[in-house]
């Protein structure tokens, strides 16, 4: 089942800024490694899943990985060849909303060199700039 | 004890966001020093010479000497750094000067030493709970950071705060001695969720608003 809320309050939103920093969710919480946005995007449940089964993989299912963005805004979209108008489209897919600093993933339990391995596969899945963390130190950087 | 550094720094005679924001842009970091029975003074610290000191070091609770303007150089605990997200560098200090004789409270990290049994021979998953410890003891015993050894955990076995290699005449454990420190739990036994090539059926969240009108309209109905 993709990522998404299970209740909400109303379907459709309207596109909100994402101007700033990322003020909460940015320091390594629960994890030894991270991987932390530099730059702003809509990431979407699809690109947070393949991230998932990424790091899964990379670390022979061993370990922990804590998903710390969810997807909470939905984003519509209208059937191809349809004339403007006629309302709002359909939901297409979700996203979460990531600023700069933001802590996407966080893993443990794993040797550095596969942590990193792991978070670096899953960077790759992201269409932003990122690096990966160790507490108290910044790793690598990814673009 | 970590070795004793001197740190030079300025006061500040302005105060706030501003202020501190155009004394980081010239490499400056804004800091206060406090302490019992003392007046708060809120100077800055050549950034760079922080970040040097830093370095040097693996945790950052240490003492330093610091001497402010042409003043005599006083002994001063490093409490606590803020450093930027996004950067890693420091943007706030926190300095608390210490008496000799007076116990503090600092924060010191945790560090593990060791692979445990339950890692090594059943496959768990060592998991740090706490990441770092807060202690009371004196300026002079002032760490760096707590190592414990982990390597006789196994699966299902836990080590708590009171188990920290800290002599009891020197440190006091804050907090509850009894809460975890670190576990090993056992292997997840997971399947993927969803098999590769399979679409994954998109399901609809439940919607609040429209559930309501829904119980509304009930409502109203058997009345009519």
């Known amino acids: 089942m993709p990522l998404m809320p299970k209740r909400v309050k109303y379907r459709k939103f309207q596109r909100c800024s994402l101007k700033g920093r990322a003020q909460a969710g940015n320091r390594i919480s629960f994890g030894e490694f991270a991987l932390q946005a530099l730059e702003r995007a809509w990431v979407t449940n699809v690109q947070i899943e393949a991230c998932r089964v990424a790091i899964t993989r990379a670390m022979s299912r061993k370990g922990k990985i804590w998903i710390r963005i969810f997807p909470d805004q939905s984003r519509t979209k209208k059937p191809l ?23 996407l993933f966080e893993v443990d339990g794993v040797p550095p060199a596969v942590a990193t391995e792991a978070l670096r596969l899953a960077a790759a899945k992201l269409p932003i700039a990122t690096r990966i963390l160790q507490r108290h130190h910044a790793v690598g950087r990814s673009a | ?143 760096e950071f707590v190592r414990v050894d982990v390597s006789g955990l196994g699966v299902d076995e836990h080590i708590t705060l009171g188990d920290l290699p800290l002599p009891s005449d020197r440190y006091r454990i804050m907090g509850d001695r009894s809460a975890a420190l670190a576990t090993v739990v056992p292997p997840r ?36």
Do not use: F, N
């Open chain 1, 81 to 103: 060849e349809t004339r403007m108008g006629k309302g709002k489209g359909a939901v297409d897919h979700w996203v979460a909303g990531v600023r700069p600093g933001r802590i």
């Open chain 2, 1 to 143: 004890m970590a070795e004793v550094e001197l740190l030079k720094a300025e006061v500040r005679p302005q105060t706030g966001t501003g202020e501190a924001r155009r004394l980081r842009s010239r490499g400056r970091v804004p800091a206060v020093l406090y302490g019992h029975g003392v007046a708060p003074r809120h100077i800055h610290l050549d950034g760079h010479q922080l970040e040097v000191m830093l370095s040097h070091h693996v945790g950052e609770v240490m003492m330093v000497q610091m001497q402010i303007g042409d003043e005599k150089p006083v002994t001063v605990l490093i409490k606590e750094v803020q450093h930027d997200p996004l950067t890693d560098r420091p943007i706030h200090v926190d300095l608390l000067v210490v008496k000799s004789g007076e116990r503090v409270k600092i924060k010191v990290p945790v560090e593990l030493a060791g692979e445990p049994v339950g890692v090594r021979e059943q496959g768990g998953v060592l998991e740090q709970l706490q990441h770092e410890v807060e202690i009371e003891c004196l300026p002079e015993d002032v760490l």
């Open chain 2, 189 to 224: 036994v997971t399947e993927e969720v969803a098999a590769e090539g399979e679409a994954a059926v998109p399901e609809e969240p439940e919607v609040i608003s429209e559930k309501k009108a829904e119980e509304r309209s009930a409502e109203e109905t058997p009345g009519d």
